[in-house]
């Protein structure tokens, strides 16, 4: 059944899937019901300008807000912001912090990346630091089925591969080897080499992991799948936007003659992702502060 949308045109109440996480914890969804002074849920946004928190991450927290009234979703700069920048990490967890009883847990941090990227973790632990709230980051959202089937839907889209079935629809696919492009160095590539394992059993077609600031490459990804007989190559960007330099990925593709599908941005997944994630994080709290 397709979603119930908002007077705004987001989908609204959306099923919640069972997931597991790496290692075999299961995911839980925001809880129905909230008390009052739980942790508000920050997005932590990879960027420097005010114009990071418009566009995709708006929408996100849009999003997320409407399907959970009863919790307090906020935005904030991590990457260069000035400690008197209001949108900044530590003015927002500062603020978190005083709407709050005194050592209550102020806010669960979700940074907005697909894969994990150690510089915008560190930026956040300092923040958190400078801030003096009392805030814990949540796991990165990685390794998921749910975001190669996000990935999937982009390349299909775009028309670089045959949508799913649940779409309802057929294409002919232009493309018969797929890099999925991520930021963060190798780490990031460690994780996304996951998602394209799960994103190629999809598509049945080889599917490999490559990198806009480390190794593998574009232009090495490129060779990899051009030597198992590929001649139609398209990038599936692993990342929701802000982390990442859109044009860098754009002309990367160009210089290896590839078509390019959009990043993940606000789909549905990726909502539901940080949800989950959020969930999760507040399920450990809980279960701390109960032993």
Known sequence: MPPRQSSAGF?????????VAPG???RRAVPASLPEGSPALVLAVPTGSDDGLTGVAAEIATIIGLDNPALEVCLAKVV????????SMRAVLADAAAKRPAQATAAIVVPLLATPHQATIGAIRAAIAASGANALISEIFNTNALLAEALHIRLADAGLAR???VRMFSITTSADGIMVATVGGPEAVGSASVTAVLLAARLALPVLPASLDSSPSIEEGAGRLQAMGVTRVAIAPCVIGPEANLGAIESAAASIGAKCAAPLGAHGNVVKLITQTYGQALSRLEAAEGA
């Open 11 to 19: 989908p609204v109440r959306q099923p919640t899937a069972r997931l």
């Open 80 to 87: 260069g912001s000035s400690q008197n920048d209001a949108a």
């Open 163 to 165: 949508a799913d079935r």
């Open 24 to 26: 075999g914890r299961h």
